[in-house]
């Protein structure tokens, strides 16, 4: 199995993000909320309060949903209940939400760690060729007008644009392991991730080997109970690559994915010495993120990657999570990529007082639609092609229907 995944942000320049506000828990997020609600202010007062919460645990979407149904206020709160379910995502739950149930022994872990092992290699990277629909949000924190006419000011994360593009799971498998690019990645600037369909597991399961892998805690979900384990991955041994390119038109070049053994091709770029050309930073990463299991089947739910200032020269934070779920095609049920996101955000530098670039970059991407690539051969006989002698149809992998 391919383990190197690669997540690429692309910007124009580094800028600041702004002074941090004071972090605040859910629970403070609901309480101004209902206070705010009380007050009767407008959807949009309200959708402002939620994006300029920095909150210090994790909005769920279950929450979200609750609040969004109590509020009853319109589509702006939903869209800003929606973008901080993804902006704090890689925090942890509040601890009223956590079960309170007694970490499992140490061979019980073991166990559990295992059977997610052999599901990667034995069933997540045997799925079949799949059409899907992937759809990706995109969101940065570009200077925008605040009001019609005014000056643009950076106000934080803000909607940016949507894609939508049918791709087959044998496509990004095979552009990883043929070195192209992801059919993800295009030609358009912004951030782009992509390894969704087992590559990210793969690679974690195979570097955590040379790195550490700890108990963290229980967690429940709509699918039940998940065993939730926390792994780091030393730089000496990751296969997991930031690369930033910087610029008024940065472009990528050579991007190759090579087996875990060899390190991936450089990206062809210029020195930054000229207005036009680009200046490419890139290299193997330490992170560490948290594996969600079902401690029955050994099923992967959820995976995230954090990479830190500590060993990124371009960036002050990369992150990326990808969910998993149950899904229907055929009469049968497969667990497939359902969610992912991506968030990074740029080091501060000397330009930053001046430019009109993002800093910051997150993308969310949902897959759907599932179904099976089918195709139809029809055979002829002599000249009359108007009449078939036989049509059979098959799946990309030749079996037929």
């Known amino acids: 199995m391919r383990r190197q995944i690669l997540l690429i942000a692309m910007a124009m320049a580094a800028f600041p993000a702004g002074a941090l506000a004071k972090r605040e828990t859910v629970a403070q997020l609901e309480q101004a909320l209902n206070s705010a609600v009380a007050a009767h202010k407008p959807a949009a007062e309200l959708a402002r309060l939620i994006v300029g919460a920095e909150l210090s645990d994790r909005l769920s979407e279950a929450t979200a949903e609750r609040l969004n149904a109590q509020l009853n206020a319109g589509s702006e709160t939903s869209q800003a209940l929606a973008l901080q379910v993804d902006e704090s995502a890689f925090l942890d739950l509040p601890s009223n939400e956590l079960p309170a149930a007694a970490a499992p022994d140490e061979a019980t872990q073991t166990k559990i760690f295992n059977a997610a092992g052999a599901y990667v290699e034995q069933t997540l990277a045997r799925l079949p060729d799949f059409i899907a629909t992937r759809t990706t ?23 940016v644009g949507r894609s939508t593009q049918e791709i087959s799971v ?24 992509w390894g969704e369909f087992g590559s990210v597991l793969g690679m974690i ?23 939730v384990f926390h792994y780091f991955v030393p730089k000496a041994a990751s296969h997991f690559q930031v690369v930033g390119a910087y610029q008024r038109q940065a472009s990528m070049e050579g991007f190759t994915s090579r087996s875990p053994g060899d390190r991936a091709s450089s990206m062809n770029a210029r020195p ?25 089947t050994g099923t992967v739910l959820r995976v995230t990657i954090q990479v830190n200032a500590k060993d990124n020269a371009a960036f002050q934070l990369s992150e990326m999570l990808v969910d998993y779920g149950p899904v229907e095609v055929g009469g049968s049920n497969f667990i497939c990529p359902v969610r992912s996101v991506a968030f990074s955000k740029s ?21 759907s639609a599932y179904h099976r690539f089918v195709g139809t051969t029809r055979i002829v006989v002599g000249a009359d092609a108007a009449t078939p002698n036989s049509e059979t149809s098959a799946d990309r992998n030749g079996k037929p229907h």
């Not at 044998?170 to 782009?192: P, Q, T, V, W």
């Not at 040379?210 to 039940?224: A, I, P, Q």
């Not at 930054?272 to 029955?296: C, M």
């Not at 080091?347 to 897959?367: K, P, Q």
């Open 137 to 159: 949000v995109s969101y940065d924190d570009s200077p925008q007008e605040l009001k019609k006419g005014a000056w643009p000011v950076r106000a934080g994360l803000h909607f």
């Open 170 to 193: 044998f496509g990004e498998r095979a552009n990883l392991s043929a070195g192209s690019k992801s059919s993800n990645a295009g030609e358009s600037r912004g951030m782009i991730s």
């Open 205 to 227: 399961l195979g570097d955590s080997e040379r790195g550490s892998v700890k108990w963290s805690h229980w967690e429940e979900s709509s699918t039940g109970r998940s065993a």
């Open 272 to 296: 930054n010495d000229s207005p036009g050309q680009v200046s490419v930073t890139r290299g193997n990463r330490a992170y560490e993120g948290d594996l969600w299991v079902d401690p029955v």
């Open 347 to 367: 080091m501060l530098s000397a330009e930053a007082s001046t430019g009109n670039a993002a800093s910051e970059w997150l993308n969310e991407t949902r897959f």
